[in-house]
């Protein structure tokens, strides 16, 4: 069983900076492929960044040379960091990893709002 706690999200104006944290318990963390998503309201959940097990990364075109993902296996926790935020970016983000071993999980999300 593989438990995810996200943390960092909060009210922010535009153009500001905020570091979202995905903490891990359970399962092998540098074995998963991790992931950040986001969730608009009244929209479907959508993939902002990845990071596979050799720290390869690739991002949604509306977030790239904004959006930083990174992980730190030693302390089982993956970051998203986000520059410039626009008010396009509020939504609700989502830490996903996937395992071979132990399978899929999600974090219960956390709250970004861009707004002045």
């Known amino acids: 069983q593989v438990q995810l706690v996200e943390s960092g999200g909060g009210l922010v104006q535009p153009g500001g900076s905020l570091r979202l944290s995905c903490v891990a318990s359970?399962?092998?963390?540098?074995?998963?492929?991790m992931y950040w998503y986001r969730q608009h309201p009244g929209k479907e959940r959508e993939l902002v960044a990845r990071?596979?097990?050799?720290?390869?990364?690739s991002y949604a075109d509306s977030v790239k040379g904004r959006f930083t993902i990174s992980r730190d296996n030693a302390k089982k926790t993956l970051y998203l960091q986000m520059n410039s935020l626009k008010p396009e970016d509020t939504a609700v983000y989502y830490c996903?990893?996937?395992?071979?071993?132990?399978?899929?999980?999600w974090g219960q999300g956390t709250q970004v709002t861009v707004a002045s």
């Open positions: 359970g399962g092998i963390f540098s074995l998963n492929t």
């Open positions: 990071i596979d097990i050799k720290t390869s990364t």
């Open positions: 996903h990893s996937e395992s071979p071993l132990t399978g899929n999980y």
